[in-house]
Structures are given as C-alpha cells and as structure tokens.
C-alpha cells in the first residue's frame, strides 16, 4: 500500500511539473495576431500590441504606447522613440527621447549594464556599448571624457561630460560624480568625438526580442543560440535546477524504498552505495562549476562582456583559423557578428584553475592603454574556457625582429625605438597605472603583439600576479616565466625579492635582443664571444669599441647604443640595482650622452663557454656559473615556459 501511494504522488509531481512548465507558453502562444500603427510605425503586429488594444492582440509583456503619434517604448523606466520594427530579423531599433532631435542632453532615464542584459524579453546578441554622463567639479583633460557644451552649472562651476565605452565606477575620479548611463550603436573608434558620440546617441540602439527565448527562461530553462545566422534561432534545454529537483526526488525515491525494504537491505546495499557515490560526484563536480559561477558574479562590474560556447564555436567558425600554440591553449581567429576581428584563446590546460582564470579576466578587464592588449570577452561554462582579444594583425614582435641570414632586420631603427618605447610604457602602466601593481611574469617577443600600425601591446596575462602598490615585494609559490628571460630571484632568493623588477630584468633581456636583432644565446655564433649577445655588448661598449652596425647613420647608432646601454641597466644581477620602469621610459626618452655605462652585470666571464659538437649537428652549452645556466637555460635556442 504504502509503495502505491509514493507511485502515485511520484506521477502526480511529474504532471505538475509539466503542466508548470507549458501551461504558461502555451496560454501565451494563443495570443490573437493583431495589427495597429502608430505615426511612422506601420503593422504594428505580434508580438507587439499598443496600450488600448484588445486583451487577446500581441504579448503584454512587449507592450507600446502611441503619444502624440510617435510609437513609445518604455524599458526600464527610461522612455525610447521607436524608429523601426524588423518583424524578418526580430529586432527593434529605439533612440532615448531626449536625444531623438541630435541635441545635447542627458538621458531621460539611467540605464544600466545589468538591466539590458538581464531583461529576459529582449535577450539580443548584438554588440553594444554604453555612454556614460558625470558632472565634474573641476576641468577634466582626460582624452576619454567629452565636454556637454551645453551643460554647466552657475558661474561654470560644475562641468557636464560623457565616455563612450570605456568608464567603470571604480574609475571615477574624486571631482566627479556618476549621472546616468545609456546604450548606443558601437563604434570601432577607441575614444570618439563629442560629436560623433551625439551622432550615435541619436541614431539609438539595436534590442532582438525572441518570445521563444523568453518562455524558455520563464520555465527555469537555459536558452542558447542554435545557428549563428541573422535572424537568430534559439533552442531550449532543461536547467540545472531542474535537474537539481529531479535528482532529489529520485534520492527520496531511493530512501523510501530502502525503509520499505529494510528486510532485505543486504540485496540492495550495493546499489545505493554506488547510487549515493554517484550523486557525491556529480555534487562535487556542480561545486567547482558554482564555484567559477559564484566568483564571475563577485567580479561581475569588473569583467568584459561574457559570451557562451556556442558563440564563441559560430565566432571562431568552429575553430577553423588556428592562429598559434600557447602554454595555455591554443589562439584562433575570429570574428564578431559586426565584422569586428577578434583572437579567441581557447584555454586547454586542465591544470589551469578557476582563480587563474578570473586572474587573468579581471586584471585584463580593468586595463584600458594603448600599448596593452584589450580584452573583449571571454567565455566560462563548465570546464570551456575562453578568452576574447582584439585580433593583432601584425603577429607578434618575435616574428620581426630575429634577423634572416642575408636580410637584415625587417624593421627600420626608428621603428624599433618606437616599439621599445611603447612596449615600456605599457609595463610601466601595469606597475603604476593600475589600482594594484601588475606583475607580468613573462614579457619576451613572442608576448608583445603588433596592431595594424605595429603599436606594440603586451599580452598573455596567465602568469601574472597583482598586489597593492604600497608593498616593495611579492611572494611567488614558485619560477614561472620564460627560460632565457626569467629573473635571476625567481630562480633563487639569494639574489633578492621578487618584486616589480623582475619585470625590468625581463624587459631587459627583450630590448638587448631588440637591438641585436636576435636571440641573447646563440651557440653557432661565428666567434666564440658572441655565442652570449650581453656579454659581447657590454664588452665593447665598455671597451669604447662599436656595436658592428653596416649601413646606419650617427642617429641610427646612438638609438642601438641607447637601446643596449638601458638593457645592460635593467639586466643587474640584483634587483636593487635595476632601475624602475618609471626610470627606463625617462632614460629611453634622454639623450644618449646623459647615460652612464652600469656596472657589467654578471659576476663572471661567459668567455669559458666550452661548445660540444653532438653526433645530430645540434650545439650544447656546457656553463659552470649559476648565472649562465641561468642565462642559457637549455641546451638548444628552444625556449620553453616553466
């Protein structure tokens, strides 16, 4: 008896549920197909209705209003003049009623980030932006903040101005207060005009609105894009929630049956051992998911728009653009649905966990400088994981500055300066720029990207380390970087703390490699003290001799011999003698005839490097001195992340 009253409150649940889930979609789906207009806005049909319509016409949750014949959408308290309805591409195009005319204003009401996107009628994919309105007590000269011409307190004390793109709370200066926000089209251009930003507000902003979707939502389910084609399908999945109550009515089931049948508890022990085993797992697998889950939404006002797997497959046209190989994972082109080029890193390494992973989101997401690469996006779900940059058309810098035998370096020495300067001052930002010092960990050629111009720009955050400015080191569990590159109280503490030199040291290595256009440590160097570039640099700057330049002018020598000589500083086998990346962008800026020669940097001569010819033609470098295995690190020029 007791078996058949469970069997039959089993069954009773289950139609319950059910009925739940499409009693409301399919109420919903009978709305009668009406037709209304309003001024330009003609066939005003489903799933739109207007205020006054009779009860059965369109859906009442996407609901117009018609005022002084002009078609009205009221979305989030803010009030938007409707300038078209696409019924083929499910899409609706509003402009905020104060910017309708192109004049300068504020908006009619504060929209925000989260409001747009967790609004369940319009789950649109379209790529936005958002304008941002402060009022200022003081002139602000920040090249990201565009003056209100027409707005201003008395006496010109208070000063009205917008951001385009770019603006977060946490970055709001202390003589400004927050206004309001909007959306608005998406602009390629960084940091437009006032009036370019007027132009895009008036032009207003795209939300797809997808009845399918919503329902879906509202029966506690997961929508997602099916095809990634214009207009967009969707198809609905059962939540995890679902699944969730599903697993305990089940685990019920199994409790009530082993009171039932606690006679025989001896034949059933097994089964709900593995059952019990088998619901810890999947527990404990849900736990590292609502975990990343859990931290994602502690940091979600710091993190860049987040897209899901299926998106990133029908961006990167399943995978189809290998762009190259990281320690990481792998690099593929893509490209958004606005024809905007992106790099999509695909992380593949399981041993890289979830607090490397919001590491690497959130200290990129907060990073806006021209000589850093922009993060755009990125893609958490389940164990996929994905990072979304601004594609660099240009590779990266170790593509173009290691000499081919015969060419010469592909870059002019005027380029080169301008692409050590740049990539020094975009280190120098993430040691002071930002709330926290960033520490990079791993900066070498094949982490500065070029951009369509060759703007150097670092990259590649997934070693990186953060910690308050006020502290003069940093603990480390253990040597990370790149072998060749790595600073020398990474390998051991008898050198020093690790601290934001160890970035200098890096940045030293890579500009001596910059100027010599190749590899420090070259074991079929022609002679035997070039084999290590540092040493044999050092050794004829010191000697008052040249750097063995053909066909360069005086100007062009001074630029070698500067790049060289701040390289010998920032390579100091003590941190403590190096100088700060504040310092090295000043001396790169100096004249050459203001630089000292430093101290040499190495503790002994590289001069007893033996050479081993191997059987396979390959060179070893056999070194006796901590520093030089250090410098060489491997008996080959393959450099390898550690």
């Known amino acids: 008896m007791r078996k058949e009253i469970l ?60 005022e002084n014949n002009v078609t009205i959408l009221e979305f989030h308290s803010g009030k938007y003049y409707v300038k078209q309805i696409s019924y083929e591409m499910r899409t609706i195009r509003v402009v905020d009623v104060n910017f309708s005319n192109g004049t300068c204003n504020l908006p009619y009401k504060s929209v925000s980030f989260e409001e747009v996107e967790g609004d369940i009628r319009y789950q649109g994919r379209f790529l936005q932006t958002y304008a941002s309105f402060m009022n200022c007590s003081t002139i602000i000269s920040d090249p990201a903040y565009r003056r209100l011409p027409c707005l201003g307190g008395n006496g010109n004390t208070t000063h009205f101005y917008v951001i385009y793109n770019s603006f977060r709370l946490s970055d709001l200066p202390s003589v400004c207060d927050f206004v309001s926000t909007t959306p608005l089209a998406f602009s390629n251009v960084r940091h437009p005009s006032y009036e370019a930003i007027l132009s895009l507000l008036e032009s207003g902003f795209v939300l797809e609105w997808s009845v399918e979707c919503r329902d879906c939502l509202l029966s506690n389910s997961t929508c997602a894009i099916s095809t990634y084609e214009l207009p967009f399908n969707y198809h609905c999945s059962k939540s995890d929630s679902v699944v969730l109550i599903v697993t305990q009515v089940f685990f019920s089931f199994a409790v009530s049956i082993l009171i039932v049948f606690g006679l025989i508890a001896r034949f059933i022990i097994a089964p709900i051992v593995i059952f019990v085993f088998l619901i810890h797992k999947f527990q404990k697998e849900r736990k590292v998911v609502d975990n990343v889950e859990k931290i994602l939404r502690n940091h979600q006002s710091l993190m860049p728009k987040r897209y899901s797997y299926t998106e990133v497959i029908a961006m990167t046209n399943h995978f189809r653009d290998k762009l190259g190989q990281g320690g990481f994972g792998s690099v593929y082109r893509g490209q958004l649905p606005g024809g905007f080029l992106i790099a999509v890193k695909m992380l593949e390494n399981t041993k890289f966990s979830a607090d490397e992973f919001i590491n690497e989101v959130s200290t990129i997401g907060r990073i806006h400088h021209v000589n850093v ?44 300066f301008e692409i050590a300067l740049g990539t020094a001052r975009g280190i120098e930002y993430l040691h002071n720029g930002c709330d926290v010092c960033i520490l990079h960990f791993d900066i070498k050629p094949g982490n500065i ?45 008898n050198f020093g703390s690790v601290s934001s030199k160890s970035d200098v040291y890096s940045f030293g290595m890579l500009l001596l490699e910059i100027a010599g256009g190749r590899k420090n440590v070259d074991a079929k160097a022609e002679r035997s003290s070039q084999v290590y570039f540092p040493s044999w640099v050092y050794d004829n700057l010191d000697g008052g001799g040249g750097l063995e330049l053909e066909n360069v002018t005086e100007i062009e020598i001074e630029t070698a011999r500067k790049l060289c000589v701040v390289g010998l500083w920032c390579i100091q ?6 100088p700060s990346m504040i310092k090295v962008v000043e001396m790169l800026e100096a004249n050459i005839d203001d630089l000292k020669m430093p101290p040499r940097p190495f503790s002994s001569s590289p001069q007893h490097v033996a050479l081993k010819e191997q059987s396979d033609s390959s060179t070893e470098i056999i070194s006796e001195s901590m520093e030089e295995r250090l410098y060489y690190g491997a008996s080959s020029s393959h450099q390898s992340n550690v």
């Open 7 to 66: 069997s039959t409150n089993l069954l009773a649940f289950f139609a319950l549920l059910i009925f739940s889930f499409t009693g409301e979609i399919e109420t919903r789906s009978l709305q009668q197909i009406c037709s209304s207009s309003c001024g330009s806005i003609r066939n005003i049909s489903y799933p739109f209705r207007l205020k006054g319509d009779p009860p059965s016409c369109g859906d009442s949750d996407y609901e117009l209003a018609c």
């Open 373 to 416: 690469v922009e993060l755009l996006g990125f893609c958490s779900e389940g164990s996929k994981r994905a990072l979304v940059f601004e594609y660099m058309p240009n590779g990266s810098l170790d593509r173009h500055i290691y000499s081919k035998k015969g060419k010469g370096q592909s870059f002019s020495w005027e380029k080169l």
């Open 449 to 493: 990207l070029l951009d369509h111009s060759f703007t150097p720009k670092v990259a590649d955050f997934g070693l990186a380390k953060f910690y308050p400015k006020e502290f003069d080191f940093v603990s480390v569990s253990c040597t990370r970087g790149t072998i060749g590159y790595i600073a020398p109280e990474l390998v051991s503490r």
């Open 573 to 578: 086998m003590k941190p403590s003698d190096r």
